[in-house]
């Protein structure tokens, strides 16, 4: 009893204080990484963050062995001690807290949509993650003896627990082992996606989830249960990093960390919702059908949040597809007689005739032709450091040629965009074209609109 208040009640007080202080430390961390770090290295700076804060939970969730009290006043410490010393750091300037949209958001891009379907994938995700940690937290309580898969398997995990010398709280020795795992692969994969993109390692590492469920039911065997609990721990990696960089990419200028803030919140709320599912799950009621309980629980989760993700494919691209306007130089349309019917520069890196240019793309796709044998059109040249691309309008009567420095798939996408409006607007001109390039003057304002704007 400290000033009259039992001690219970003050350190509920303390951890409560502690939980909201870790919420901003979070929310501003992110938001700051996301706002001040490039685009293509955001998802490795976002991690290291992350890898820190996953070994600071594999850490106190150690100390729950030597004393639960002792484990929840260190980490409140630690999240009311980083929350001072940021302000502290943020007053004396020594850093700023502008969140800028780094991120162009096209104009046609529905932010209220896409945010509420996310929104609803996290949820979902955080219920998932909840069960999880749930039904792999139960200490064996129930008889073994049923028919159940998932009883003699959560029995298994106990004894393995045990026989580590971890006693029976089984729920931080997951924390502990899934944020020494995380911890480690944080920086990896966030590596991996601003290389290779986010949407690709997420579809990826979800086949994860049914490896998962095959495995557990070897539980049994030790060695399988190890690499279900690493592919475990590798799912929430994921989904964390992604989680952290998809709210910033959705956010509008100046609103990165309120959308941070949405992100977080359904992913808790829907931790908390899936932590009481387990509940019902594991009820003295449905221990008859708890396995089928689990099954059905787990999958409905894992393949709910998925749909979202698939619905928001363009909220998921690779960073250097963000960055596609670092990449182009110079852009030509030119007539299939060799003739530049529109040029535009992005940069100032292509000199020389453009009509001599245009005459050598020309001859250049011919002879490749003729060389190859093929009748398919050419779409790329590759010289290493730069590329021509291609593009043609069905009755080919001109082509599109961009200078760039990436083959991207956005880049793809509007050329063809661009082909087909020049096609549409110009077809019959073109029939009987005389060479005035007057008449062809609107081509730059297509070309502003879909790769300046």
Not at 85 to 95: C, G, P, R, T, V
Not at 126 to 133: E, M, S, W
Not at 185 to 209: C, E, Q, T, W, Y
Not at 270 to 295: R, Y
């Amino acid at each position: 009893m400290i000033y009259g208040i039992p001690n219970l009640t003050l350190i509920l007080i303390f951890v409560v204080i502690s939980a909201i202080f870790a919420a901003i430390n979070t929310i501003t961390a992110v938001s700051y990484v996301s706002s001040h770090i490039q685009i293509n290295r955001r998802g490795f700076y976002t991690s290291i963050y992350l890898g820190i804060g996953w070994a600071f939970v594999g850490g106190t969730a150690y100390l729950s062995y030597i004393s639960v009290i002792l484990n929840l006043i260190i980490l409140a410490i630690l999240n009311i001690g980083v929350g001072i010393i940021s302000f502290l750091i943020f007053y004396a300037k020594k850093a700023e807290l502008n969140f800028n949209q780094k991120i162009v958001i096209p104009r046609t891009y529905n932010i209220s949509r896409n945010g509420t379907i996310f929104y609803f994938s996290t949820f979902i995700f955080g219920a998932f993650l909840g069960i999880i940690v749930y039904l792999l937290g139960t200490v064996g309580n129930f008889d073994a003896k049923t028919a159940s898969i998932y009883l003699q398997n959560i029995q298994f995990y106990y004894q393995v627990v045990a026989m580590f010398g971890f006693g029976t709280n089984l729920v931080n020795f997951d924390f502990l082992v899934i944020g020494v795992i995380t911890a480690i692969i944080s920086p990896i994969i966030g590596k991996l996606m601003d290389k290779i993109g986010r949407k690709s390692i997420f579809f990826a590492v979800n086949l994860a989830i049914p490896t998962i469920l095959i495995l557990f039911s070897f539980w049994t065997n030790i060695a399988l249960l190890l690499v279900s609990i690493f592919f475990y721990a590798l799912v929430v990696t994921v989904f964390v990093i992604i989680n952290c960089n998809v709210w910033s990419d959705l956010a509008p200028d100046n609103k990165i960390a309120r959308y941070n803030g949405y992100g977080w919140s359904s992913l808790g709320i829907g931790g908390a919702g899936g932590f009481f599912l387990g509940i019902f799950i594991t009820a003295p009621s449905n221990i008859a059908s708890i396995d089928i309980l689990v099954l059905i629980a787990i999958l409905i989760m894992s393949e709910l949040s998925l749909i979202p993700f698939v619905l928001m494919k363009e909220s998921l691209p690779p960073a250097e597809e963000i960055e596609w306007r670092d990449e182009i130089i110079n852009l030509y349309v030119i007539s299939s007689s060799g003739i530049i019917m529109s040029d535009y520069s992005f940069k100032q890196e292509v000199s020389g005739d453009s009509d001599l240019l245009a005459g050598g793309i020309t001859g250049i796709v011919a002879i490749l032709k003729e060389i190859i044998g093929s009748l398919k059109d050419l779409k790329s040249i590759d010289h290493e450091d730069k590329k021509l691309l291609f593009e043609y309008p069905p009755n080919r009567a001109f082509l599109v040629a961009l200078f760039t420095k990436k083959d991207l798939n956005i880049l793809r996408t509007k050329l063809k965009k661009l082909t087909s409006q020049i096609h549409d607007v110009f077809w019959e001109t073109l029939a009987d074209w005389n060479g005035n390039i007057e008449i062809l003057a609107p081509i730059k304002t297509m070309i502003r609109n879909i790769f300046e704007q």
